[in-house]
């Protein structure tokens, strides 16, 4: 995968942190890299792309993104391979999504080749962060916030840009118990489901709070007019196995996100021949495929929960225990696939891999 080349000024830590990290015992996203990128834009242009150590930032009290949530961000993977090169999983497809993100939540665009660049830059100065251990990786968070410290509602007029980096073992460490949420409402048509927005995890926590005290690790949004389709969990798409079929819920409804791990499993289940629907799915098909046997899968799709199992679905009071995971050819062999595909264990043959 091909990149430019950009000018980044680069302030370097007198100190690594990495010897504070626990790499024995590393959760998900509690410990940060020595770096960060960081970017402002002021007066119609961005400034001068920059690297610096991490550091809190300072904020104006009024500064618009904490009023008013104009604040969007992307997550994506690095692993480090075998020859100790750093392997980012489809950056350029954050970077377009980002951007489709911005333009939704009317901010200023990044140009793809400094999100990428800067990306690489701060990965090639935090490499050791980048751990080769089984089931790790360097989860890296880019943000932007609108800086405006005004609190009049009205597009800012500065934006900042940050990329963080974060060492992370699982997020989920055992299959998951999901329930279908039937009152609740993550994203509507027309609203801003599609976009990676702050807010939109904001207003999921309160029902999956709930959920939580029922037992639930994570929800399965419905959509919001009639709750009798399935639309994604709170933090990755859902992919179900109705005999020998993958079925997803089609990306074109707006109010879900365009997950690049499901992009992804659903073009290598197709190279292999399996057969995939992308379309609306119904709660009434995956409830009658569960109570007459043909339900054989349901699994999540997401950068932080990588190929996550269902282990039970409850709707309505009722929970639904779905077969063993051993039993789960497809899902198994994809997340095989896709752990080794992401380690550089097998060959790019999609160009999927930039490396550092
Ligand atoms: N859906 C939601 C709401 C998410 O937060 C995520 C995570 O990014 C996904 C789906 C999966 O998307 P991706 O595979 O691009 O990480
Ligand atoms: C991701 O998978 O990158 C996400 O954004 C999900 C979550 C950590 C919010």
Not at 58 to 77: D, R, V, W
Not at 101 to 130: H, T, Y
Not at 229 to 251: C, H, R, W
Not at 289 to 302: I, P, V, W
Request: charged share 25%; hydrophobic share 40%; proline share 4%.
């Amino acid at each position: 995968m091909a990149t430019d080349t950009v000018n980044i000024k680069i302030t370097k830590v007198d100190n690594s942190r990495i010897e504070s990290v626990d790499f024995e015992n590393l959760p998900f996203g509690k410990f940060f890299s020595d770096h960060m990128f960081e970017m402002n834009y002021a007066n119609g242009k961005w400034g001068e792309p920059t690297i610096v150590p991490f550091q809190n930032l300072s904020l104006h009290p009024a500064t618009s993104a904490l009023h008013y949530g104009q604040a969007i961000f992307e997550g994506l993977k690095a692993q480090k391979g075998a020859n100790g090169e750093i392997l980012v999983f489809r950056p350029d497809m954050n970077a377009k999504r980002f951007n489709e993100s911005a333009k939704r939540m009317c901010m200023a665009p990044i140009p793809e080749g400094i999100f990428l660049e800067g990306l690489k830059s701060l990965l090639n100065l935090d490499r050791a962060w980048v751990s080769s251990k089984d089931g790790q990786s360097l989860y890296i968070r880019p943000f932007m916030i609108a800086t405006d410290d005004y609190v009049g509602i009205r597009p800012s007029e500065r934006y900042k840009f940050l990329i963080i980096t974060s060492p992370v073992g699982a997020y989920y460490s055992e299959p998951v118990k999901v329930k279908i949420e039937t009152k609740y409402t993550r994203a509507a048509a027309g609203g801003v489901g599609r976009a990676k927005a702050a807010g939109n995890y904001a207003a999921s926590l309160y029902p999956a709070k709930l959920a939580e005290e029922q037992g639930y690790r994570q929800l399965i949004w419905t959509d919001a007019k009639t709750h009798t389709y399935i639309e994604e969990a709170g933090t990755m798409n859902v992919i179900f196995q109705i005999g020998d079929k993958l079925i997803t819920p089609s990306e074109e409804e707006d109010t879900i996100l365009k997950g690049i791990t499901k992009r992804s499993v659903v073009q290598i289940a197709k190279e292999w021949g399996i057969e995939v629907e992308e379309r609306k799915v119904t709660i009434a098909e995956i409830i009658e495929a569960m109570e007459n046997g043909t339900l054989k899968d349901a699994f999540g799709a997401g950068t932080a929960a990588t190929i996550a199992h269902i282990s039970e679905i409850g709707y309505e009071g009722k929970d639904y225990k779905l077969p063993a995971i051993e039993e789960r050819e497809i899902s198994n062999k994809i997340k095989n696939y896709i752990s080794q595909y992401k380690s550089g264990e097998i060959e790019d043959k999609f160009d999927w891999l930039m490396r550092v």
